[in-house]
């Protein structure tokens, strides 16, 4: 009998090893790969995402989901591209899955053979270069292919999926017009919700994951600084703002130095400066677009209370009358939450990282100062548990030699940010199918 039972055996084996999710997609990677070249050379600004939304739809559709396109509202009223697919597989809990879609303005200079070449008009109507510069062609591709697995895998789980394809991250306001347009509502609540976003600092094979506050929160924040404008030659006859901004900009970085806590990191940048016309003329305003970040809402606070404090003193030190007074706005649309990583999720999805990709393939990553707006899926005080994980996307070669240099990679929102296809996308579909599985048990 002892001989029959042992061939038996080793038959089953192969036969679940035919149904396994590493070998699914192997076989599936040539078509993910083609797909991915194809969305990267056809990025979409936020906002913009026609494109990528139908080509995702359509993959959901063909894969078996119940698929609905459009979910979001801005709030002036527009309506954006996200995609919702729901594949009910008994019962059991919902977990949503969350991809972004959208790209950059910037003129890609990878020199790989699918390089974006696409221009396009932005929101201010400018003619501008676009590129998947943050590699959010990864993640929808990654979400195509887990839709895939998961159903090749569907007797091995059960409950309900929720994927999502996000428009509008890089704008920080795609999340909350899928919010808005009442995705919970219209599609369930889910349980669980999990997503992930390609590096340059790991080897793609590799995954990065950390527990608790991962990300912190961002906040868009506009400061214009009046004056009274007048000739250049002639400045005791007007009050200059440009040099006020230029006091503005260098002492607030000492908000950050002198009035956070040091445990505390915060971060305070001035990425946009615009005011005058011309030389020999003495503007009546100087506008600056400010982004701070933060892991606490206390140094947030800080922040914000320093901007205005500081804004308040420059005039004044200017002899300025109050209805000249510099202005501090918080752009709360353009704001996220920091992203928390739930720590009983995150430890059993760090469990199935390490057993399906191998101990030294799962790296414990440090916090980040980059912010994300998956976290408002998760809803106030981090209501609905999340897991956001980070999957290396260089060529490891590569990623060795300019470490041994003390070197970068090219990053995210860089012209020359490369993640190296195949690898990637293998380890990403991998890596989401087996944590999606584990959740959905
Ligand atoms: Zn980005
Ligand atoms: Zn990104």
């Given amino acids: 009998m002892r001989a029959f039972v042992i061939p038996a055996f080793v038959f089953l084996a192969a036969a679940a090893a035919a149904q396994d999710v590493p070998s699914f997609v192997n076989s599936e990677l040539p078509v993910l790969v083609d797909i991915y070249k194809d969305i990267h050379s056809h990025p979409e600004l936020s906002h913009f995402e026609a494109r990528t939304s139908h080509l995702l739809a359509d993959a959901l559709r063909e894969a078996g989901y119940t698929v609905t396109e459009r979910v979001g509202k801005y709030p002036d009223g527009s309506q954006a591209y996200g995609v919702v697919g729901i594949l009910k597989n008994g019962a059991g809990p919902t977990l949503m899955i969350r991809a972004d879609m959208d790209a950059l303005p910037i003129v890609e200079e990878t020199g790989v053979p699918y390089a974006s070449h696409v221009t396009m008009k932005d ?34 789980w059960h409950g309900t999926l929720m994927l999502v394809g996000q428009p509008s991250e890089e704008t920080i306001d795609g999340a909350k017009a ?6 919970y509502e219209r599609f369930g609540r889910p349980d669980r919700i999990i997503g992930l976003h390609d590096t340059n600092g790991l080897a793609a094979g590799t995954v990065g994951i950390r527990s608790g506050p991962s990300a912190t929160s961002s906040t868009s924040i506009d400061v214009v600084i009046h004056g009274i404008g007048g000739h250049g ?18 002492q607030i970085q000492t908000i950050v130095s002198r009035e956070e806590d040091p445990q505390d990191p915060t971060v305070v940048t001035v990425g946009h400066i615009e005011g005058g016309t011309k030389r020999n003329i003495i503007p009546d305003e100087v506008k600056l677009e400010l982004t701070t970040r933060s892991f606490t809402d206390e140094s947030r ?23 000249k007074a510099a202005t501090v706005t918080v752009l ?15 430890e059993q999805i760090k469990a199935t990282l ?19 707006d998956v976290g408002v899926f998760a809803l106030p005080k981090h209501e609905i548990p999340l897991t956001y994980f980070i999957l290396g996307a260089m060529d490891p070669a590569k990623l060795a030699a300019a470490k041994a240099e003390g070197k970068e990679l090219p990053g995210p929102h860089t012209s020359r940010f490369e993640p190296l296809p195949q690898p990637t996308l293998r380890t990403g579909v991998t890596a989401m199918t087996s944590v999606a599985m584990s959740l959905l048990q």
């Fill in 123 to 156: 929101r201010a109507g400018q003619t501008v270069g676009v590129m998947h510069a943050c590699g959010h062609d990864v993640h929808t591709t990654v979400l195509i292919g887990t839709a895939r697995a998961m159903v090749a895998m569907k007797s091995q």
């Fill in 354 to 372: 390490v057993k399906t990709l191998g101990a030294s393939n799962v790296i414990d990553l440090p916090r980040g100062m980059a912010s994300e």
């Fill in 233 to 250: 030659a002639y400045p005791q006859a007007g009050r200059d703002p440009v040099t006020l901004a230029a006091l503005y900009i260098t």
């Fill in 301 to 323: 606070d800080t922040v914000i209370r320093g901007l205005k404090q500081m804004a308040a003193g420059i005039t004044a030190s200017a002899g300025l009358p109050p209805e």
């Fill in 332 to 346: 709360e649309d353009e704001s996220t939450p920091v992203l928390y990583n739930d720590p009983a999720q995150t």
């Fill in 178 to 183: 899928m919010l808005a347009d009442h995705l």
